[in-house]
T-cell receptor
Framework: KAGVTQTPRYLIKTRGQQVTLSCSPI?????VSWYQQTPGQGLQFLFE???????NKGNFPGRFSGRQFSNSRSEMNVSTLELGDSALYLC??????????????FGSGTQLSVL | AQTVTQSQPEMSVQEAETVTLSCTYD???????LFWYKQPPSRQMILVIR??????QNATENRFSVNFQKAAKSFSLKISDSQLGDTAMYFC??????????FGTGTRLTIIP
């Protein structure tokens, strides 16, 4: 059974650009969560989707958005990139509607560098 | 505020020895889960062990066990018979009764051959 797949692994962008990251959950998983990991702020929750609906959102500006498709694959978008958006973006999937009470499976992340 | 604190930024231990990583948290919730995650150089977060707050019995997974003290809001991880493959960043986390995880700042553990 394939794990959580995140693409691309690495991405380099310049300030002001926008970026889209992709996450394919484990087959059968309906919940997808996104986290940002930086040396300064650590791991912070971005948002969580279940059955194509955003159920939870962290404290990030509106430049950060996401969506989930009918096959549970999820994308997150960051518009008007800032230097501080440089981070490892981790996606996690789980089976059902009690996401953090179940085992979360993480991908290997997308390392975004903003120049 | 709901917080998770890991006060040991780095630790090292000889192979085959036992090591304990500390974690404290703060919440007013009564029902929540606590987790320890491992992040090796591959960057993938791997669940090591989890504990339900309403269960008094400490969770155990092979060489990994926890010491959960609910009143003290303490959740330490003990790794027995440490192996080179245990070298990684270890993060303590909790859901605090909601749908997102709050992580500590991590402890970098190095197992010395």
């Amino acid at each position: 059974k394939a794990g959580v797949t995140q693409t691309p692994r690495y991405l380099i962008k310049t300030r002001g650009q926008q970026v889209t990251l992709s996450c394919s959950p484990i087959s059968g998983h309906r919940s997808v969560s996104w986290y940002q990991q930086t040396p300064g702020q650590g791991l912070q929750f971005l948002f969580e989707y279940f059955s194509e609906t955003q159920r939870n959102k962290g404290n990030f500006p509106g430049r950060f958005s996401g969506r989930q498709f009918s096959n549970s694959r999820s994308e997150m978008n960051v518009s008007t990139l800032e230097l501080g958006d440089s981070a490892l973006y981790l996606c996690a999937s789980s089976l059902g509607d009690r996401v953090t009470n179940e085992k979360l499976f993480f991908g290997s992340g997308t390392q975004l560098s903003v120049l | 505020a709901q917080t998770v604190t890991q006060s040991q930024p780095e630790m090292s231990v000889q192979e085959a020895e036992t090591v304990t990583l500390s974690c404290t948290y703060d919440t007013s919730e009564n029902n929540y889960y606590l987790f320890w995650y491992k992040q090796p150089p591959s960057r993938q977060m791997i669940l090591v062990i989890r504990q339900e707050a309403y269960k008094q019995q400490n969770a155990t997974e092979n060489r990994f066990s926890v010491n959960f003290q609910k009143a003290a809001k303490s959740f330490s991880l003990k790794i027995s018979d440490s192996q080179l493959g245990d070298t990684a960043m270890y993060f303590c986390a909790s859901n605090f009764g909601n749908e997102k995880l709050t992580f500590g700042t991590g402890t970098r553990l190095t197992i010395i051959p």
